[in-house]
Every structure is written in C-alpha cells, then in structure tokens.
C-alpha cells in the first residue's frame, strides 16, 4: 500500500504556535522578571533610608532641646551641643541617603535633600554656632527664632521623608503594576494558545480518532475534514489517501471472497455431480437410467443445450446413443453412418476433446480401449470455462472405466457361464452318459434273450440290472437337476447355510457350521465352486459315509488364503470302487479346485471317517460375515 504524502510545509505548523506560544510566555516572564528586578533593586535601601531620615528629625529636636536647656541655664556653646551637631550630620550624610541622592540626582528626593542639607549648613548650624559663641546668656527673642527656625527646619525633615515614603510607594505600585501586567498578558497568550491548539491540534485528533474508529468498524467511505498545510492536515491527506487505498483492497477483497465462494460453490455442485455420478456408474454400469441421470446432471451444472453418449460397437458397424437428453445424433440423422465413421476418425482415440462449430466431444475410454465419445451441445456463442471442462472431462473418464468395467464384467459373466457349461457337460458324461452307455449294452444283451424263448430265464437278471441303472440314471439326474438350478440369489453364508441345512435334514446328520473369511473376498466365480464343492461333499456324505455328525468350516487368512474343510465321522473313503460309476463327483471337485488356483486333499480321519480339504487364494476387499450354528438350529429344509 503506497500513499503519496505531502512535503513539509513550515507555515501554519503547529508546531511553530507552540513554540511561538512558549517563547511569548518565556519573553512575557522574563519581562517581568527584569522589570521587577529593576524595582526591586531601585527600592533597596528605601527603608534604611526613611529610617535614618526619620532620625534627622530626632537629632534635630535633640539639638534643639540642648540648646533650650543650655539657654535656661545660661551655658552656651557647649560640648553635648556640637556633639548632637555631629551626630546629625553623620546622619545627615548618611550612605543610604547618598546612595539615593547619586542613583537619581535629578528627582525630588534629591532636590529636597540638597535643600534640607543647605538649610543646615547655610542657615541652621550657622545660627546654633553663632548663639553658642555669645558671651552672657543669649536673649529669649534669639533662643525663641532659633527655635523656630529649628521647627522649620524639621518640617524641611518631613518633606524630605515623605519624599522618600512617596518614591518608594510609587516604585513598589510601579512593580505591581508590571506584575499585573505580566500575568494579564500571559493569561491572554495562555487562552489565545489554547484557543489555537483547540481548533489547531484537538479537533483535527478527534476528527482523525473518530474517523479511525468508523474504519475499524467497516466504514471504508470515512473521510477527514481537516485537511491543510501543518502537520495534522498532512495526516489528515495521509489518511484519505488511506482510506481511499482501504476502501479499494476491502472492494477488491469483496470482490475476491465472492469470486472464491462462487468457485468453491462451483467445486461444491461438480464433487456432488462427480459422487452421484460415479455412485451411478459403478452401481449399474450397464444401465441406461445411470447415464441419462449423468448427461442430466452435466446439462445443469455446465449450462449446455444437450448431450449424449454414442457406444461404438464390438465388432463393427455404426455407432449406438445409449442416452441422450437432445434425441438422437443431429449428425447421423443428417449423414448416416458415414457420420460414425468420420466421428471415430476424428476421434483418433488419444482422449482429447475435439471441437467442431457447437459441439464438443470426449471420448470415453479407460487405459486399455476406446468404448464411444460424449457428445455435448453449447448454445450459440457459448464456451466451457476451465472447470467445466475439467469436470466434463472427469465424467468422461470414469463414464469410460465403467463402460470397461461393465464389459469386463460381462466377459467375466461368459467365462464363468463357460466353465459352468463345461463342468455341467462333465457330470453329464460321467453321470447320465456312462449310466445310459450300460443300459444300451443292457439292451443289446436283452434283444437276443427276448428272441429265443429257450433264454427267456436269462432276461431277468439283466432286466433287473437295467432297472438298478434307470433307477441311478434317473437319482443322477434329479441331483444335477438341483445343482444346475443353484443360484447366488444371496451371500455365500447364507447359501451354505442353507446347503448344510438341506443335506443334514435329507441324512439324519447332525452338521456344525463355522464360517470367517475376515479380510478375504470372494469373487462370483469362487463362490460359484465353493458352493458346488460343499454340496457334493455333503451328498457323496449322505449317499455313502452312514455318519452321524459332521463339520463345515471356511475360514480366511491374514495373507488371503482360504481354507475350505468338511469333516464327517463315517465310514470312510477306503479302497477305490469295482464299479465307478457314482464316484465320478470326487473328480469334479478336483476340477473345481483346480479351476480356483487350489488344490484339494481327500484323507481318512485318524479314528473314522473322511475330511476334504481344499486350499485357495482369494482376492482381499470387504469381509464376509461369520457364521457359527449347526444344521439342528438352521430351520426348516429349503424345498
């Protein structure tokens, strides 16, 4: 944040009012320091002075009065007489009175000095000496205007201290003249620089505080009035500058918090679109609702006119709109086929969106192979922005890994059907095709017996052995007929629950069931031949064991292997058959294993009976759930 701030300017500074205010208080006091310094020292003495003029007048009676009584005693011109003359005149020529007749010799006090001072030399003592030299006691008449002249001359006294009060007087009422003066003056350049300061320095503060305290709370259009050359004007440019800059980052701040949720909102509404469109797709990858749903929700959120999902066939032959949310495709209802062709071409299945005047297209493919292209329909002038194409291009590709998904799990489908067909044309020909061989051969044999009546007692025994071969033929065949029916319409648990139910209610046996993959999962296919493998050991148990109790066990390991164990207490499996023809299951649960990656032990027991074993490695995901019970407690057998 840069602002442009003024140059200094020393006119109309506040800091030159004060400084101004100060040094007139400064010469103001030293004023009238000094003036009273003068007083104050013109007056010093002043007392000492009335004092010793005051005293004259003492020392002017005491001669006075000397000479009275020398008079009434007839003795003049005595020594107490000229002694009192000297005491008057060493008062009279006093210092203090010196120092004020030398400091203004042209004032009053002077001028009266210098007459009192004549008086006494030219006239007074002159007439006291002159009295004091007669011979004989001097005449009343002379004592008497002696006398008089002497009042005279104290009132001469008088004057001059009254003279002295009066200067000193004047001088003190002078000093507080100026004092008051001084302190006037200074009270006005007081209240004169605190009206300056006020308007100058508070109400400029107030204006910068008040203005501060409405930015903090959010008023950015604040401004101050105060504006002008000292230093408070400056601060009051600086901060409209401020303001200005404020109001513009807070505008631009706004502006960017907004453009910031729209985005986030914006990021918000395409994770819902990609969460329920994945959650779509994975869940029914080959169902045409999950894609309309999608072009739907991309129509909304990217603002187009329409799209659709054009799949290319497996083998050949024009390309199919499996959903759109315009209608069919504008370009094959407008070229026909050569429309598909010119599309896949363009296509070149790299996986970059291609553009052509209006639309848009995205192949779907996943890492392995090109399935179709999403096609998309912008209005007139429109354009996807970067996210939108982001977000389109994401759909397309997880529309083209689940269109992978699906075919894989369609080819996963076809082999397993393919396996099962082979498993079932196996039992088919060790079971019914070699049961109806013997009975062909049985026939065969019967024929020429029948044609000769001398043989007729030999036909019994081979009719009763074809019976015994139609009657295991046709047992073969309602056990196939259960197997081929089977079908994974719930979890692997619960189907062997009910395999273990349906066997223990058909042999009396009495069956424990324990079933904990843990961490192991089980793909359609293993659950397929688990199943298989269960019910034909528990049907080879029923048909030949004659047990009583048995066990079902499939548990998962840590590492992923699966152990699959059922354990009977009966005859055992001993010596191979002479006539092999309904042990032909033990082969195809060897199939069956092999199929899965596994192998599979047929052992004795130690004591009696027989385990079968089988071992295999499962994929691990989502565990399956345990199950612990016996066949008595599982209910009533699935018909």
């Not at 006005?188 to 709370?217: C, Q, T, W, Y």
């Amino acid at each position: 944040m840069h602002f442009a701030i003024p140059r200094p300017v020393v006119r109309r500074s506040i800091m030159l009012l004060v400084a101004v205010a100060l040094l007139a208080l400064t010469l103001i006091s030293l004023a009238g320091m000094s003036a009273s310094v003068l007083v104050v020292e013109s007056t010093r003495g002043s007392a000492s002075a009335i004092n010793i003029a005051g005293s004259l007048r003492r020392y002017t009676h005491r001669v006075a009065n000397l000479i009275a009584v020398d008079a009434l005693s007839g003795r003049l011109g005595t020594e107490r007489v000229a002694a009192a003359m000297r005491d008057f005149e060493a008062q009279l020529e006093h210092p203090a009175l010196m120092r004020f007749t030398e400091r203004a010799p042209g004032e009053l006090f002077a001028a009266t000095y210098r007459g009192v001072s004549a008086s006494w030399h030219q006239s007074l003592k002159p007439r006291i000496q002159a009295l004091g030299g007669q011979s004989g006691p001097p005449p009343v008449e002379q004592v008497e205007r002696l006398l008089d002249e002497v009042e005279a001359f104290v009132d001469q006294l008088n004057t001059l201290v009254a003279v002295l009060e009066h200067d000193t007087e004047t001088r003190i009422h002078d000093l507080r003249f100026i004092l008051g003066v001084a302190i006037a003056v200074t009270v006005l350049v007081v209240i004169i620089a605190l009206f300056m300061l006020h308007r100058a320095l508070l109400r400029p503060l107030n204006g910068l505080l008040d203005a501060a305290r409405r930015i903090v709370g959010g008023d950015f259009g604040v401004r101050v009035d105060y504006t002008g050359e000292d230093e408070l004007g400056r601060v009051g440019n600086a901060f409209n500058l401020m303001a200005d800059e404020l109001a513009k980052y807070y505008h631009s701040l706004e502006q960017r918090v907004a453009d910031k949720t729209a985005e986030l909102q914006r990021s918000n509404r395409s994770l819902e679109l990609l969460y329920h469109a994945i959650a779509r797709l994975y869940q029914s990858p080959s169902a045409v609702e999950a894609y309309e749903a999608t072009l739907r929700d991309i129509d909304h959120v990217a603002g187009l006119a329409g799209s659709f999902v054009c799949i290319e066939p497996r083998h050949g032959g024009p390309a199919t709109v499996a959903a759109s949310s315009i209608g069919p495709c504008p370009d094959r209802a407008a070229r026909g086929d050569e429309a598909c062709a010119a599309c896949r071409a363009a296509s070149g299945g790299d996986g970059v969106a291609l553009h052509s005047p209006g639309l848009l297209r995205f192949p779907l493919r996943d890492r392995e192979h090109h399935y179709g292209m999403l096609r998309l329909s912008l209005p007139d002038g429109a354009r996807l922005e970067d996210w939108q194409r982001q977000l389109v291009e994401a759909l397309s590709r997880h529309m083209g890994m689940a269109l992978g998904a699906a075919r894989r799990s369609e080819q996963e489908r076809l082999l397993a059907l393919q396996e099962e067909r082979s498993v079932i044309a196996r039992e088919l020909h060790d079971s019914l095709a070699q049961a109806l061989s013997y009975m062909k051969i049985q026939v065969s044999l019967l024929q020429p017996v029948l044609a000769d009546p001398a043989r007729n007692a030999q036909a019994a025994p081979i009719l009763a052995d074809l019976r015994e071969g139609i009657n295991a033929a046709y047992r073969q065949l309602r056990e196939l007929l259960v197997s081929f029916r089977l079908g994974l319409s719930a979890d692997l648990p619960t189907l062997v629950q009910d395999a273990v139910r349906e066997y223990g209610s058909r042999g009396g046996v009495d069956i424990a069931l324990d079933i904990d993959l843990g961490h192991c999962r089980l793909s359609p296919n293993q659950e397929v031949h688990v199943l298989q493998i269960v019910r034909e050991a528990l049907s080879n148990m029923v048909r030949h064991a004659r047990a009583s109790r048995a066990r079902v066990s499939l548990q998962g390991g840590a590492d992923g292997e699966v152990r699959l164990t059922v354990e009977d207490d009966g005859t055992g499996i001993g010596a191979p058959p002479e006539d092999a023809r309904n042990h032909h299951g033990l082969a195809i649960m060897r199939e069956r294993a092999q199929s899965m990656g596994g192998k599979i032990e047929i052992t004795p027991m130690d004591d009696r009976g027989t385990r079968v074993c089988v071992c295999f490695r499962a994929a691990t995901g989502v565990p399956a759930p345990a199950v612990n019970g016996r066949s008595s407690d599982l209910g009533e057998t699935r018909a």
